[in-house]
C-alpha cells in the first residue's frame, strides 16, 4: 500500500513536469519504441484503439523513473550488510536489509496487482498480455517465492545479498542510463552522439558484471550450498526461480549486445537522411527488452482468429 501510494503520486508529478522540459520532445519516439518492444502495438487494435499515444508515452517514461528510484531505494539500504558482512553487522544494518528485502517485495506485489489488473480486466490503461508474461510471471513471481524463504532461512548467505543489492543496482542505473539517453540530441550534436554511445557501453558493461559475472557464480554457490545441507525442497524451489531469473538475466545480456552491435559503429550523420536512419537504427537498438512480447499477442491473436474461423 505504502509503495503504490509512493509510486502514484510520484509518477504523476513526473508525468506533469515531463511536458515542461525542454527536451521531451526528443524522448517521445525512443519511449514509444520501448514500448513497442514491450508488446504496445504499433497500430490500432482492439485493446489499443488509438496504438501508443504521447500521453501514453509519457505515462510509462514517468512510471520507468519512479522504478529506477525505488529499486535504487531498495538496493542502497541493503549495501551495508554486504559491505560488512552478515557476521559482522550490527543488529540496525541486519534490519536495514530485511527492510530493503521487504521494500522490493511489497513494490513486487503491488506492480503485479496493478498489471494483472490492467492485462485481464477491462481497465482504461491496458497493459500487452506479453508484457504481463516477462514482468509478472518471469520477474515478480520469481521475486516473490524467493524473497520470504530466504528472509526465514538463508538470510545470512552472501550470495543472497549481493545478488539482491547488484542485480536492484543494476536494474536501476540501467534504466535510468536509458532515460537519460533519450533526451539526448543525436542528430544535431556530436558530444550528444558520443554521450549516447558511451551510455550504451556503460549499460552492457553493468549488464554484464551484475547479470553474468556476479550473477551466475552466486547462483551455483548457493545451489552446491543446497546440496550440501541436503535442503532437497528448498533446492528444487531455487531451482526453479533460479533459472526464471536467468533466463531474464540472459533476455538483457542479449538486448545490451544488440544495442552495442547496432550504436556503437555508427558514424555521427552529416545529412538529413543520415540523421534519420541513425536515429531510427538507435531508437530501435536501445529501446529496451527485446523478447518481443507483441509476437506472444499476435501468435495468440492468431489462434484466437483460428478458433473463430473453424466455429463460423
Not at 482492439?46 to 529499486?71: E, G, L, W
Not at 497493459?127 to 520477474?139: D, E, F, K, R, Y
Not at 556503460?202 to 554457490?221: D, E, N
Request: proline residues 4%; hydrophobic residues 45%; glycine residues 4%.
Amino acid at each position: 500500500t505504502v509503495w503504490g501510494i509512493i509510486m502514484e503520486i510520484s509518477k504523476k508529478l513526473i508525468y506533469d513536469h515531463l511536458s515542461n522540459t525542454s527536451w521531451w520532445h526528443r524522448a517521445i519516439e525512443p519511449t514509444k519504441s520501448m514500448m513497442e518492444n514491450f508488446g504496445y502495438p504499433k497500430h490500432q487494435t482492439d485493446k489499443f484503439p488509438n496504438a501508443i499515444t504521447d500521453s501514453m508515452a509519457r505515462d510509462f517514461y514517468a512510471y520507468i523513473v519512479t522504478i529506477c528510484a525505488q529499486h535504487f531505494f531498495s538496493a542502497l539500504v541493503m549495501l551495508p550488510a554486504l559491505v560488512y558482512g552478515w557476521e559482522g553487522s550490527s543488529d540496525t544494518v541486519k534490519s536495514l536489509f530485511i527492510f530493503g528485502t521487504l521494500s522490493d517485495l511489497g513494490f513486487d506485489i503491488y506492480d503485479s496487482m496493478k498489471s494483472s489488473i490492467r492485462t485481464f480486466a477491462n481497465h482504461k490503461d491496458p497493459l500487452p498480455l506479453g508484457s504481463w508474461i516477462i514482468i509478472v510471471a518471469l520477474h515478480h513471481t520469481s521475486a516473490l517465492f524467493l524473497v520470504l524463504p530466504m528472509n526465514i532461512k538463508y538470510i545470512h548467505r552472501v550470495e543472497y545479498h549481493q545478488t539482491a543489492v547488484s542485480l536492484l543496482m543494476a536494474a536501476s542505473l540501467c534504466y535510468a542510463a536509458g532515460c537519460y539517453k533519450f533526451s539526448l540530441d543525436i542528430g544535431k550534436k556530436k558530444s550528444d552522439f558520443f554521450l549516447y554511445k558511451s551510455v550504451v557501453l556503460l549499460q552492457l558493461g553493468i549488464i554484464l558484471y551484475t547479470r553474468v559475472y556476479l550473477w551466475f557464480p552466486a547462483a551455483i554457490s548457493f545451489r552446491t550450498h543446497l546440496k550440501e545441507q541436503n535442503d532437497t525442497v528448498f533446492l528444487y524451489c531455487a531451482s526453479v526461480v533460479i533459472t526464471f531469473l536467468s533466463l531474464f538475466n540472459l533476455i538483457l545480456v542479449a538486448d545490451g549486445v544488440k544495442a552495442a552491435i547496432k550504436c556503437i559503429p555508427k558514424k555521427f550523420p552529416k545529412t538529413h537522411s543520415e540523421r534519420k536512419k541513425t536515429l531510427k537504427t538507435f531508437r530501435r537498438a536501445s529501446s529496451g527488452i527485446d523478447y518481443c512480447p507483441s509476437r506472444i499477442e499476435s501468435s495468440m491473436s492468431n489462434v484466437e482468429s483460428f478458433h473463430n474461423g473453424k466455429a463460423d
